[in-house]
C-alpha cells in the first residue's frame, strides 16, 4: 500500500500512457516469460520506501544517472573492482547515488521468480515508476526489452549528467545532447519534488545568489556552513514542504524564488514552470511521457549485452 500519499489531497487519477516511440521496446516485453514481474518489484519498492521514506526519491534518480550515460543499460550499477573502473565514483555520484542495495533486493527476487530472464537496465525502470507510484505521482507503462552493458565509463558519467551549477541553456543542450527535448528537461525535473541534496551541492546558491528568497536562504544556512568541507553533507530538502510527496510544489518553489539548486532556479524563465505549478494534471502527464522518452535512451537489444545474473558484475 502506497504509505506515502500526499497530505492534503489524494490524487486518484492515473495517467496511463501508451507511448511507443522506440520500436524495440514493449510493454509486454515479459509478460510470458516473467508474469510475475511488476508485482515482485513493486512489492520489494513498497517496503523499501516504509523502511525510509527517501528511497524512494534515490531509487528514481538511478534510472536517471543510469539513462544519461550512454543509455538506460544497467552501466551505473557496475561495481568497481581492482581491473575495472565503474561509474559509481563518477563526481555526479560518488558519495551522492543511493539505493544500490535495494536493487539487489529486488533483483534476487525477480532472480527467484524467473532467473535469467529480466535485465538489470529494465528493473530501474520499473523500480522508477513504481518509486514515484508510491510516493503518490502519476504511473504509466513502461517500455521494457533493454539488456545490461558489460561496459561503464567513468568519463562519460562526470561529463554527461548535468550539474547543479548550469545554467539554463546549458541544462537545455545537455538534454539534447540524449534526445530529449526542452519540455522533456522542465517536467523531469519536476523529480526534485523529491528527495534531498547535500550542502555541496548548494552552498553557493544560498550564499552568493540574489534571486533567492531571502528567509529561505537564512532557513538553509543554518544547516549549511559557508565554509567549504564542512558540513559538506548535511542534507536539505529539494522541495522544502513535502519532500516525500510526488506533487507539483517543484515548480511553486521555482515561481517563489525557492529553488534550492542553482539549476532548479534557472528554470524560472520557462513558461512551463507556471503551467506546471498550476496544472498537476499536465505535469504528470508531461512527466510520465517524458520518463518514457528518457527510458528510450540507447537501449542495448537483441543479441546486444546481457542480462547480468548480478547487477553489480557482468557475468
Ligand atoms: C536537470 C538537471 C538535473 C540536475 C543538475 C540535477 C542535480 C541534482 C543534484 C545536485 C542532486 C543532489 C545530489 C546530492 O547533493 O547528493 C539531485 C538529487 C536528486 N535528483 Fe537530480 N538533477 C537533475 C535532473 C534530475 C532528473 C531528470 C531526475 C529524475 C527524473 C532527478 C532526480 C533526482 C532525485 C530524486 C534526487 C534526490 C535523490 C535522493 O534523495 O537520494 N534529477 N539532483
Ligand atoms: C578482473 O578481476 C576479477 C575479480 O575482481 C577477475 O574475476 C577477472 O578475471 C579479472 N579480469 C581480468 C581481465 O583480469
Ligand atoms: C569519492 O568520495 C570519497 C569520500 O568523499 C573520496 O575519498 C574519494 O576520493 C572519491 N573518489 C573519487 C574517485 O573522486
Ligand atoms: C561566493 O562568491 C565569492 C566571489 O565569487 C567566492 O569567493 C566565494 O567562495 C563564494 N562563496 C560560496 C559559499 O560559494
Same mark, same amino acid.
Given at each position: 500500500m502506497a504509505s506515502f500519499s500526499c497530505s492534503m489531497v489524494i490524487f486518484i487519477v492515473s495517467y496511463l500512457l501508451v507511448v511507443s516511440s522506440n520500436a524495440q521496446l514493449t510493454m509486454?516485453?515479459?509478460?510470458?516469460?516473467?508474469?510475475?514481474?511488476h508485482s515482485t518489484v513493486k512489492s520489494v519498492v513498497q517496503s523499501a520506501i516504509n523502511r525510509e521514506n527517501r528511497m524512494g526519491a534515490s531509487l528514481l534518480r538511478l534510472f536517471f544517472h543510469d539513462c544519461f550515460v550512454n543509455g538506460c543499460d544497467?552501466?551505473?550499477?557496475?561495481?568497481?573492482?581492482?581491473?575495472?573502473? /565503474?561509474?559509481?565514483?563518477?563526481? #555526479?555520484?560518488?558519495?551522492s547515488v543511493r539505493?544500490?542495495?535495494?536493487? !539487489?533486493?529486488? =533483483?534476487?527476487?525477480v532472480e527467484n521468480a524467473c532467473p535469467g530472464i529480466v535485465s538489470c537496465a529494465d528493473i530501474l525502470a520499473i523500480t522508477a515508476r513504481d518509486s514515484v507510484v508510491t510516493l503518490g505521482g502519476?504511473?504509466?507503462?513502461?517500455?521494457?526489452?533493454?539488456?545490461?552493458a558489460r561496459t561503464a565509463s567513468q568519463s562519460d558519467a562526470n561529463n554527461d549528467i548535468p550539474q547543479p551549477t548550469f545554467s539554463l541553456s546549458q541544462l537545455i543542450s545537455s538534454f539534447r545532447n540524449q534526445g530529449l527535448s526542452t519540455?522533456?528537461?522542465?517536467?523531469?525535473?519536476?523529480?526534485?519534488t523529491i528527495g534531498q541534496a547535500r550542502c555541496t551541492s548548494f552552498r553557493s546558491r544560498i550564499y552568493n545568489e540574489s534571486n533567492?528568497?531571502?528567509s529561505f536562504a537564512k532557513t538553509r544556512q543554518a544547516n549549511c556552513p559557508r565554509a567549504s568541507n564542512? /558540513?559538506?553533507?548535511?542534507?536539505? #530538502?529539494?522541495?522544502?514542504?513535502?519532500?516525500?510527496?510526488?506533487?507539483? !510544489?517543484?515548480? =511553486?518553489?521555482?515561481i517563489n524564488q525557492k529553488g534550492l539548486l542553482h539549476s532548479d532556479q534557472q528554470l524560472s524563465t520557462n513558461a512551463l514552470v507556471q503551467t506546471y505549478g498550476g496544472n498537476l494534471g499536465r505535469f504528470y502527464s508531461d512527466f510520465a511521457t517524458a520518463m518514457n522518452n528518457m527510458g528510450d535512451i540507447k537501449p542495448l537489444t537483441g543479441s546486444n549485452g546481457e542480462i547480468r545474473k548480478n547487477c553489480r558484475m557482468i557475468n
Open positions: 509486454n516485453f515479459y509478460s510470458s516469460s516473467c508474469p510475475n514481474l544497467g552501466s551505473l550499477l557496475l561495481d568497481d573492482t581492482s581491473n575495472f573502473t /565503474g561509474e559509481k565514483m563518477a563526481r #555526479p555520484n560518488n558519495g539505493g544500490f542495495e535495494v536493487i !539487489d533486493q529486488i =533483483k534476487s527476487a502519476p504511473t504509466w507503462n513502461v517500455k521494457l526489452g533493454r539488456r545490461d519540455t522533456d528537461m522542465v517536467a523531469l525535473s519536476g523529480a526534485h533567492i528568497d531571502e564542512s /558540513g559538506d553533507n548535511n542534507l536539505a #530538502p529539494l522541495d522544502l514542504q513535502t519532500p516525500t510527496c510526488f506533487d507539483n !510544489d517543484y515548480y =511553486k518553489n521555482i
